[in-house]
């Protein structure tokens, strides 16, 4: 795991280019603190320069950037290659017999960015894509045809921003080495800020700044000679063209997802054998490393699963890290340590206190770089700071939900819409109105009488849920609606255009299933711009390499070969990974309401940290800064502070764009 960075068409000469590109680079050391390598190309005033975190062949003979054996190409990559020994295989079998009986070794070491650059001279670079298994953010340059390719993996695990600043075509792995970049002066995107409102994170390929942009995940963005001079006026989408800059699909999650539901698994024991051999594939793949490597465990399906299957593959006790929270509710380290006593892992437990994370507040615009309000980033961060002082590499359950149906929404989403729909939209008005006339604490007194499927924190989802139904008027909206925080985000922050993204595009087949939707538009929008990137910058803050076995491509094929029953049955999600998991842990240790990886903040903004939002959210202050109307922001904020409003998320949003502004303004 590591970290890039590099531009086109900068205004240098002679050395000053290394010594731009050099204390870009030294921004992400972080991201690669055990080494450094700067490459130039003084004539084309072309750059990269990479921050190394040793995981495969620890030697020199990893140095990046790295030039390919006939001196054509140069890359920096960030991330890993799985099946980079495979590729190794197929590659050597297209070298001559002559120079195989020489008993020449045509590789210089074993590390998988040295598999890359022969794969991209034999194969091309969209062949070598197709090829991968893995997670990645590329940046190549060909110094005969000066092009640059920048390509990211197929679900977004690793970030690649791009952009202009002045007349550079500059690009690297976190916006705070872009911002780097002498004489930076991109200014906030207001469009963004109020699309950041809405998710509560800046959706790709959108950034918090003007003319710097995400390429978006399983795309492949190529510059042919000198890049533009000017940024273009909006955001470069898959196929889309901008002077010498065309970005295109490399792969498609719409096409996986049409290829597999027209050859759906029909045999329930045949698909479970089915799946969780490729899942114990996968985790044996992603278990390779020379370093130290462990498991995250929540204790729930997704981490459970994903643990037993290193642990049944493992000749010693795999190394576990969870935290637990004093908060009740909050606290899931009990249920971690009973599946971890049951498995036999090398458990730790680290019991965080309330101060301790609050202290990791400050942090975060540092950390995130752009304005994120994801809350789970906090005991994110500190899962992994647990985790980094005994591995360097962690397997983690994320995208289960996505994959196999674990999301409340998925449940009584389309369950509450089938038996509200009906009810002519006034009547949904009444409804939502009486719901909210509940407080939240009331609805959490009702959930504790519940047998056993009650919901964790049911005050708060009611609220949510109450809100939405006096909006929407078709099941799509609903989705929009729950996956949105502010629903008047564009008139919270003047100048904004109001633009509305929409959402992806369905595959070209029938998705009548509502859930199967809310599936792929997660997969697309939630998965990378806020679950994958959370994880990634909570992680790589502290040099902490995150792995997603879930995330094999090959497993996302059978996921969605799966019929829905296979997924979501009764009221229960995560059907067929449940069979999996309960052939190594009893069922009584895992079955629970799903609560999510979450902290009380909404308490600490009444109570400890109220001082501090106060200062963020002075009125004169959101005045003089001109971002948000302060009528509405200081409306929400005295209603959260009565106790009878939960505005969490909101003030969230709110607090975290103002911290950064703060420290990047």
């Known amino acids: 795991?590591?970290?890039?960075?590099?531009?086109?068409?900068?205004?240098?000469?002679?050395?000053?280019?290394?010594?731009?590109?050099?204390?870009?680079?030294?921004?992400?050391?972080?991201?690669?603190?055990?080494?450094?390598?700067?490459?130039?190309?003084?004539?084309?005033?072309?750059?990269?320069?990479?921050?190394?975190?040793?995981?495969?062949?620890?030697?020199?003979?990893?140095?990046?950037?790295?030039?390919?054996?006939?001196?054509?190409?140069?890359?920096?990559?960030?991330?890993?290659?799985?099946?980079?020994?495979?590729?190794?295989?197929?590659?050597?079998?297209?070298?001559?017999?002559?120079?195989?009986?020489?008993?020449?070794?045509?590789?210089?070491?074993?590390?998988?960015?040295?598999?890359?650059?022969?794969?991209?001279?034999?194969?091309?670079?969209?062949?070598?894509?197709?090829?991968?298994?893995?997670?990645?953010a590329i940046a190549l340059w060909d110094r005969q045809t000066r092009t640059l390719s920048l390509a990211r993996d197929r679900f977004g695990e690793k970030p690649l921003y791009y952009g202009w600043v002045n007349s550079a075509f500059v690009f690297g792995s976190e916006l705070k080495a872009l911002r780097a970049y002498p004489e930076f002066n991109n200014s906030v995107c207001r469009d963004s800020l109020s699309q950041y409102l809405r998710f509560m994170y800046v959706p790709a390929p959108l950034s918090i700044y003007r003319g710097i942009y995400k390429l978006e995940p399983g795309c492949l963005l190529t510059l042919k000679g000198t890049s533009p001079l000017t940024a273009p006026s909006h955001p470069l989408s898959a196929d889309s063209v901008y002077e010498s800059v065309s970005v295109s699909r490399w792969w498609s999650m719409a096409d996986l997802v049409e290829k597999c539901l027209k050859d759906p698994l029909r045999d329930e024991a045949a698909a479970l054998e089915l799946l969780e051999q490729r899942l114990k594939a996968s985790v044996q793949l992603q278990s390779l490393a020379d370093v130290p490597l462990g498991g995250f465990l929540s204790g729930g399906v997704d981490s459970s699963t994903i643990v037993a299957l290193m642990q049944?593959?493992?000749?010693?006790?795999?190394?576990?890290?969870?935290?637990?929270?004093?908060?009740?509710?909050?606290?899931?380290?009990?249920?971690?340590?009973?599946?971890?006593?049951?498995?036999?892992?090398?458990?730790?437990?680290?019991?965080?206190?309330?101060?301790?994370?609050?202290?990791?507040?400050?942090?975060?615009?540092?950390?995130?770089?752009?304005?994120?309000?994801?809350?789970?980033?906090?005991?994110?961060?500190?899962?992994?700071?647990?985790?980094?002082?005994?591995?360097?590499?962690?397997?983690?359950?994320?995208?289960?939900?996505?994959?196999?149906?674990?999301?409340?929404?998925?449940?009584?989403?389309?369950?509450?819409?089938?038996?509200?729909?009906?009810?002519?939209?006034?009547?949904?008005?009444?409804?939502?109105?009486?719901?909210?006339?509940?407080?939240?604490?009331?609805?959490?007194?009702l959930s504790s009488l519940g047998s056993g499927r009650d919901v964790v924190r049911l005050g708060e989802k009611a609220h949510k849920l109450a809100a939405r139904l006096s909006s929407v008027r078709t099941m799509d909206e609903l989705y929009l609606s729950l996956v949105n925080e502010w629903q008047q985000f564009d008139a919270l922050v003047p100048g904004a255009s109001g633009t509305f993204t929409g959402l992806p595009s369905l595959p070209d087949v029938p998705m009548d299933d509502a859930r199967a939707k809310m599936m792929y538009w997660d997969s697309l929008t939630y998965l990378p711009d806020d679950i994958l990137c959370k994880v990634d910058r909570a992680a790589m803050a502290i040099s902490l390499e995150t792995r997603v076995p879930f995330l094999d491509h090959r497993v996302a094929e059978i996921a969605w070969r799966l019929p829905m029953s296979m997924k979501i049955r009764g009221n229960e999600g995560k059907w067929a990974l449940r069979q999996i998991l309960y052939r190594h842990v009893p069922r009584e240790l895992i079955e629970r309401p799903k609560a999510g990886f979450g902290?009380?903040?909404?308490?600490?903004?009444?109570?400890?940290?109220?001082?501090?939002?106060?200062?963020?959210?002075?009125?004169?202050?959101?005045?003089?800064?001109?971002?948000?109307?302060?009528?509405?922001?200081?409306?929400?904020?005295?209603?959260?502070?009565?106790?009878?409003?939960?505005?969490?998320?909101?003030?969230?949003?709110?607090?975290?764009?103002?911290?950064?502004?703060?420290?990047?303004?």
């Open 1 to 136: 795991m590591c970290g890039f960075v590099g531009f086109l068409n900068g205004k240098f000469q002679g050395d000053s280019i290394d010594v731009a590109v050099e204390s870009m680079a030294d921004t992400l050391y972080h991201r690669g603190p055990d080494d450094s390598g700067v490459w130039t190309d003084h004539e084309a005033v072309a750059a990269l320069a990479h921050r190394r975190l040793s995981i495969l062949d620890l030697s020199s003979a990893g140095h990046q950037p790295m030039l390919s054996s006939s001196g054509r190409y140069v890359i920096a990559f960030n991330g890993e290659i799985y099946n980079h020994l495979e590729l190794r295989k197929e590659l050597d079998c297209r070298v001559s017999s002559a120079l195989a009986m020489s008993g020449i070794n045509r590789w210089r070491g074993h590390s998988d960015t040295e598999t890359l650059l022969a794969a991209f001279e034999s194969w091309g670079v969209a062949v070598t894509l197709s090829k991968t298994v893995g997670m990645f």
């Open 312 to 445: 049944q593959q493992s000749s010693r006790p795999v190394k576990t890290f969870t935290v637990g929270f004093e908060e009740a509710g909050f606290d899931e380290s009990p249920h971690a340590k009973a599946v971890a006593d049951h498995l036999g892992t090398d458990h730790t437990e680290l019991f965080v206190r309330v101060s301790e994370a609050r202290d990791v507040i400050p942090q975060l615009p540092q950390m995130y770089d752009e304005p994120f309000a994801d809350s789970s980033q906090i005991p994110t961060h500190l899962v992994c700071r647990a985790a980094r002082q005994q591995v360097v590499v962690a397997l983690s359950g994320d995208a289960g939900d996505e994959l196999f149906g674990g999301y409340n929404r998925y449940f009584w989403g389309p369950r509450v819409w089938d038996k509200v729909s009906w009810l002519p939209f006034a009547a949904r008005r009444v409804l939502g109105n009486a719901i909210q006339r509940v407080p939240v604490d009331g609805w959490d007194a």
């Open 599 to 665: 902290i009380p903040v909404g308490q600490w903004l009444r109570g400890s940290l109220r001082e501090w939002c106060e200062a963020l959210l002075d009125p004169s202050r959101l005045l003089r800064e001109g971002f948000f109307d302060p009528v509405p922001v200081r409306k929400i904020w005295h209603q959260h502070l009565s106790g009878r409003y939960d505005w969490t998320g909101r003030l969230w949003s709110i607090l975290m764009f103002q911290a950064w502004l703060e420290q990047n303004n």
